[in-house]
C-alpha cells in the first residue's frame, strides 16, 4: 500500500523555484520527524533537510538559505520550498517519514532537474 505520495519535481531554469509536497497515509501514527533526502546520479543519498514534530529544522550546508521545509501536522504533509536552484541541485528527491514507534518510511522519489 502506498504510504508517502510526492509531487512537484519537474524541470526548471537555474535560479528557479519548486515547492516540493509530502503526504503521509493516515495509516501512519504518532509522525515525529519530517524530511527530504536527494540522490543525484552516481552519488549516495543524502540529507537536504529535516522537520521535528515541534518543527525544529535541519539543513545540509549546501542547501542553507535556499530551502525551506516546513508540515502541516492536520494533513500529515511535508513540504520543501527550493529557491535559487542550481545545476548541481538535480537529483530524486525523496520523502521520509518516522514516527515516534521506530517505524520509517520512504516516498517513491521525485525528479528535480535543474538545467538551461
Known amino acids: 500500500q502506498v504510504q508517502l505520495v510526492e509531487s512537484g519535481g519537474g524541470l526548471v531554469q537555474p535560479g528557479g523555484s519548486l515547492r516540493l509536497s509530502c503526504e503521509a497515509s493516515?495509516?501512519?501514527?504518532?509522525?515525529?520527524?519530517m524530511g527530504w533526502y536527494r540522490q543525484a546520479p552516481g552519488k549516495e543519498r543524502e540529507l537536504v533537510a529535516t522537520i521535528t514534530s515541534d518543527s525544529n529544522t535541519n539543513y545540509s550546508d549546501s542547501v542553507k538559505g535556499r530551502f525551506t521545509i516546513s508540515r502541516d501536522n492536520a494533513k500529515n504533509t511535508v513540504y520543501l520550498q527550493m529557491n535559487s536552484l542550481k545545476p548541481e541541485d538535480t537529483a530524486v528527491y525523496y520523502c521520509n517519514v518516522q514516527s515516534v514507534l521506530g517505524s520509517e518510511y520512504w516516498g517513491q522519489g521525485t525528479q528535480v532537474t535543474v538545467s538551461s
Open positions: 493516515r495509516f501512519i501514527v504518532r509522525i515525529n520527524t
